[in-house]
């Protein structure tokens, strides 16, 4: 028995408890086990359960798994799991007052449990059946609407969850583990989708219970993380929920050495782990539903990763990843963001995403161990995704946004670059980025001067700066205010094409900064209205309708 589980009372290891449903006895008259109907055991004997397991368990009996798998059945069950009928209401009463919880944690937590090889009373099989059955308990325990645990067993559940995520995170090896440094895999049995689950059902309960998140000391953040990097998390919501929690626990945490210590801690707890972590922030950067609040939980992973834990991820930045490395993630998540928002774009979720993307950005082109690759990967960032726009949008909100947060060198450190790369690639890059640099410099120029600092000296400065910042920028492409300005402020052209579908993809909404990309990222809006033209999304709709489409449309409807 573990020394220090819990004790189930009538459950010993020489007497097994009673039950109405075995069918045949032994010759001493005693109960022959193999007999026992478990279905009917875990349906009309619930209180009897935890015992049940208990002495199985103990006396390793081959019963365990048949008893296991029936309770994972009728836990499983669409009515009971889902909450939509009281039918099952005395049964959750049973598992939690009888401490079934208890005993399936402590048996996960024993230190020789998910043995290898399947004549192995504790094999793997076993120990995701365990999980299994103690995920959908404390699911069905924390969110049925008809039926609440009873607050003294969510307490000793929660006592015992430092434990089980500490036992967790020793054998993350059975979460995923790679062969070699590109390919990830799963551990075998399928354990990670039922960990996963479990992981965030104990998390939210622990929160529920606690009011806060579990410490980094209790590895709970280690294996969310470890779990979210690896494929069988696609599941967007799983790893929203696990994002999300991470989120809260970074924020909680005021100490910037636990903060370190859990860096390091993950980007060197196995071999090729930076690699995999590094591959898959870049591709959920990228995804089309990291919008507003899912963008916003990836700001704590651009933190406290790129700028605390680039000792481990610099080798991952390569030169020749223009398509899917860091940079340009960051700044496909920042376009997509300022594009497809819900939410303006001083929103908190698009102002503080972006600022944070824009330092890490300035921040990798500055180190001397990302400089190189960093700036590769920049130069066909300018080029391909119109960056220009967006330093101009974020430059022209930067004098009152966050102004204690903000560093207006960031932004200088950034356009300065984005100067020097187009003067070294003078035919490929500087004719692009000229271009992208008239469309937006007089609009940039004029919002600029059109904040009023309100007696507030520290915004004038920085409004001062910004815009002797941008002029400077604007003379290195031979733009001055004495030309004529070149505005967005104004309605985009119909499509020459009638037939929708032959279109350019491209935003046709002039202040977007995909409206002069040279690729786009993700689905495009036709207006309903003329058919004429395309957008990223009801946001980059109206402000074209309001900047004359209206007209447009009407007119093109009429012919």
Same mark, same amino acid.
């Given at each position: 028995m573990k020394p220090d589980g819990i004790q189930v009372d009538g459950?010993?290891?020489?007497?097994?408890?009673?039950?109405?449903?075995?069918?045949?006895?032994?010759?001493?008259?005693?109960?022959?086990?193999?007999?026992?109907?478990?279905?009917?055991?875990?349906?009309?004997e619930p209180y009897l359960v935890a015992k049940w397991i208990a002495y199985l368990h103990q006396n390793e009996h081959p019963a365990s798994m048949a008893l296991l798998n029936a309770l994972s059945t009728l836990l499983a069950s669409s009515e009971s799991v889902k909450g939509e009928s009281t039918k099952f209401a005395p049964q959750w009463s049973d598992f939690f007052k009888s401490n079934l919880v208890l005993i399936l944690m402590d048996i996960a937590s024993e230190p020789d449990m998910f043995g290898a090889g399947e004549s192995t009373?504790?094999?793997? $099989? %076993?120990?995701?059946?365990?999980? @299994? *059955? +103690? /995920? &959908?308990?404390?699911?069905?325990?924390?969110?049925?609407?008809?039926?609440?645990?009873?607050?003294?067993?969510?307490?000793?559940?929660?006592?015992?969850?430092?434990l089980f995520?500490?036992?967790?995170?020793?054998?993350?090896?059975?979460?995923?583990?790679?062969?070699?440094?590109?390919?990830?895999?799963?551990?075998?049995?399928?354990?990670?989708?039922?960990?996963?689950?479990?992981?965030?059902?104990?998390?939210?309960?622990?929160?529920?219970?606690?009011?806060?998140?579990?410490?980094?000391?209790?590895?709970?953040?280690?294996?969310?993380?470890?779990?979210? $990097? %690896?494929?069988?998390?696609?599941? @967007? *919501? +799983? /790893? &929203?929920?696990?994002?999300d929690f991470l989120n809260?626990?970074?924020?909680?945490?005021?100490?910037?050495?636990?903060?370190?210590?859990?860096?390091?801690?993950?980007?060197?707890?196995?071999?090729?782990?930076?690699?995999?972590?590094?591959?898959?922030?870049?591709?959920?950067?990228?995804?089309?539903?990291?919008?507003d609040g899912v963008l916003n939980n990836f700001t704590f992973i651009v933190i406290a990763f790129a700028r605390r834990g680039l000792r481990h991820l610099s080798p991952q930045i390569m030169p020749n990843d223009t398509s899917k490395g860091i940079i340009p993630s960051l700044i496909l998540a920042c376009r997509r963001q300022i594009c497809c928002s819900k939410s303006p774009v001083d929103a908190f979720s698009t102002g503080t995403f972006t600022q944070h993307a824009l330092q890490t950005v300035s921040f990798l082109l500055e180190e001397k161990s990302t400089r190189d690759a960093a700036t590769k990967q920049y130069a066909r960032c300018l080029v391909d995704h119109n960056f220009v726009a967006i330093l101009s949008q974020w430059l022209a909100r930067t004098p009152e946004y966050h102004a204690s947060q903000i560093r207006i060198s960031d932004v200088f450190h950034t356009l300065k670059i984005a100067s020097d790369v187009a003067s070294y690639n003078k035919k490929t890059i500087y004719p692009t980025v000229q271009k992208d640099v008239v469309r937006v410099w007089y609009d940039t120029l004029k919002s600029l001067q059109r904040i009023q600092p309100k007696g507030n000296i520290e915004i004038q400065e920085r409004k001062d700066g910004a815009i002797e910042m941008w002029q400077f920028f604007g003379r290195h492409f031979g733009i001055t205010e004495r030309q004529r300005p070149t505005t967005l402020q104004k309605s985009s052209e119909l499509s020459k094409s009638t037939k929708y579908w032959k279109i350019p993809q491209k935003c046709f909404s002039n202040v977007c900064p995909c409206a002069a990309a040279a690729t786009q990222h993700h689905p495009m809006r036709v207006c309903k209205g003329c058919y004429r033209v395309l957008y990223c999304s009801r946001t980059c709709q109206q402000a074209d309708w309001k900047l004359g489409h209206n007209s447009l449309c009407k007119a093109a409807r009429v012919q």
């Amino acid at each position: 028995m573990k020394p220090d589980g819990i004790q189930v009372d009538g459950a010993t290891a020489t007497l097994p408890p009673p039950t109405r449903f075995g069918l045949k006895l032994n010759d001493d008259w005693s109960l022959d086990i193999s007999s026992v109907d478990w279905d009917q055991v875990v349906r009309h004997e619930p209180y009897l359960v935890a015992k049940w397991i208990a002495y199985l368990h103990q006396n390793e009996h081959p019963a365990s798994m048949a008893l296991l798998n029936a309770l994972s059945t009728l836990l499983a069950s669409s009515e009971s799991v889902k909450g939509e009928s009281t039918k099952f209401a005395p049964q959750w009463s049973d598992f939690f007052k009888s401490n079934l919880v208890l005993i399936l944690m402590d048996i996960a937590s024993e230190p020789d449990m998910f043995g290898a090889g399947e004549s192995t009373f504790r094999n793997s $099989a %076993y120990g995701e059946t365990c999980l @299994s *059955a +103690l /995920s &959908d308990l404390l699911f069905v325990g924390t969110n049925l609407k008809t039926w609440k645990a009873p607050p003294c067993s969510v307490r000793e559940i929660v006592l015992r969850a430092d434990l089980f995520f500490q036992r967790t995170w020793e054998r993350r090896h059975l979460i995923g583990w790679s062969d070699d440094d590109v390919t990830a895999h799963l551990g075998p049995h399928g354990i990670f989708l039922p960990t996963f689950q479990l992981m965030l059902n104990l998390t939210d309960l622990y929160y529920r219970n606690l009011g806060r998140c579990p410490l980094f000391s209790t590895f709970a953040a280690h294996v969310l993380l470890y779990m979210w $990097a %690896y494929p069988g998390s696609q599941s @967007s *919501a +799983l /790893s &929203d929920r696990a994002l999300d929690f991470l989120n809260s626990i970074v924020r909680e945490e005021a100490n910037l050495d636990n903060i370190q210590f859990f860096v390091d801690s993950m980007l060197t707890c196995d071999k090729n782990f930076a690699r995999h972590f590094h591959t898959r922030l870049c591709q959920d950067l990228q995804a089309q539903r990291t919008v507003d609040g899912v963008l916003n939980n990836f700001t704590f992973i651009v933190i406290a990763f790129a700028r605390r834990g680039l000792r481990h991820l610099s080798p991952q930045i390569m030169p020749n990843d223009t398509s899917k490395g860091i940079i340009p993630s960051l700044i496909l998540a920042c376009r997509r963001q300022i594009c497809c928002s819900k939410s303006p774009v001083d929103a908190f979720s698009t102002g503080t995403f972006t600022q944070h993307a824009l330092q890490t950005v300035s921040f990798l082109l500055e180190e001397k161990s990302t400089r190189d690759a960093a700036t590769k990967q920049y130069a066909r960032c300018l080029v391909d995704h119109n960056f220009v726009a967006i330093l101009s949008q974020w430059l022209a909100r930067t004098p009152e946004y966050h102004a204690s947060q903000i560093r207006i060198s960031d932004v200088f450190h950034t356009l300065k670059i984005a100067s020097d790369v187009a003067s070294y690639n003078k035919k490929t890059i500087y004719p692009t980025v000229q271009k992208d640099v008239v469309r937006v410099w007089y609009d940039t120029l004029k919002s600029l001067q059109r904040i009023q600092p309100k007696g507030n000296i520290e915004i004038q400065e920085r409004k001062d700066g910004a815009i002797e910042m941008w002029q400077f920028f604007g003379r290195h492409f031979g733009i001055t205010e004495r030309q004529r300005p070149t505005t967005l402020q104004k309605s985009s052209e119909l499509s020459k094409s009638t037939k929708y579908w032959k279109i350019p993809q491209k935003c046709f909404s002039n202040v977007c900064p995909c409206a002069a990309a040279a690729t786009q990222h993700h689905p495009m809006r036709v207006c309903k209205g003329c058919y004429r033209v395309l957008y990223c999304s009801r946001t980059c709709q109206q402000a074209d309708w309001k900047l004359g489409h209206n007209s447009l449309c009407k007119a093109a409807r009429v012919q």
